[in-house]
């Protein structure tokens, strides 16, 4: 398995951890009658839940597009220096993002952000400059 499967790999269980994190804090708000109930009243999520949720969110917002720019650099057999450390920059910029989200950093937080988005462009670069 290439380098950059592996990072596909850690970032998928990276988004379930995204996912967890959402699903813990809100049933700490909610309370498990709630959260196991029907959920009709279709409360809002506050503070820490809101933040972890917001992450969450954005997480997904990203990650197809990541997906899809590994799989077009792993089918088309064009990995490089741009996809090795676009991976790394993508998966370490969101597991940057997660805490300081969740604790409310600004800047430094849309700085993790950045660098993952950075990292995502250079996945799909290195899939554009070898396939010229």
Same mark, same amino acid.
């Given at each position: 398995?290439?380098?950059?499967?592996?990072?596909?790999?850690?970032?998928?269980?990276?988004?379930? =951890?995204?996912?967890?994190?959402?699903?813990?804090?809100?049933?700490?708000?909610?309370?498990?009658? *709630?959260? +196991? $109930?029907?959920?009709?009243?279709?409360?809002?999520?506050?503070?820490?839940?809101?933040?972890?949720?917001?992450?969450?969110?954005?997480?997904?917002?990203?990650?197809?597009?990541?997906?899809?720019?590994?799989?077009? =650099?792993?089918?088309?057999?064009?990995?490089?220096?741009?996809?090795?450390?676009?991976?790394?920059? *993508?998966? +370490? $910029?969101?597991?940057?993002?997660?805490?300081?989200?969740?604790?409310?950093?600004?800047?430094?937080?849309?700085?993790?952000?950045?660098?993952?988005?950075?990292?995502?462009?250079?996945?799909?670069?290195?899939?554009? =400059?070898?396939?010229?």
């Amino acid at each position: 398995m290439t380098f950059e499967l592996w990072i596909l790999l850690a970032s998928a269980f990276w988004g379930l =951890v995204h996912i967890a994190a959402d699903s813990f804090a809100f049933k700490a708000q909610a309370g498990n009658k *709630y959260t +196991v $109930g029907p959920r009709d009243e279709n409360l809002a999520r506050q503070g820490v839940a809101g933040r972890l949720h917001r992450a969450q969110k954005n997480f997904m917002e990203t990650y197809p597009i990541f997906v899809t720019c590994v799989l077009i =650099v792993y089918l088309t057999e064009s990995a490089g220096k741009l996809s090795y450390w676009g991976t790394l920059l *993508y998966l +370490v $910029g969101r597991i940057l993002f997660l805490p300081l989200y969740a604790l409310g950093i600004p800047w430094i937080r849309t700085f993790s952000w950045q660098i993952a988005t950075f990292g995502l462009v250079l996945v799909g670069v290195q899939a554009v =400059v070898s396939g010229l």
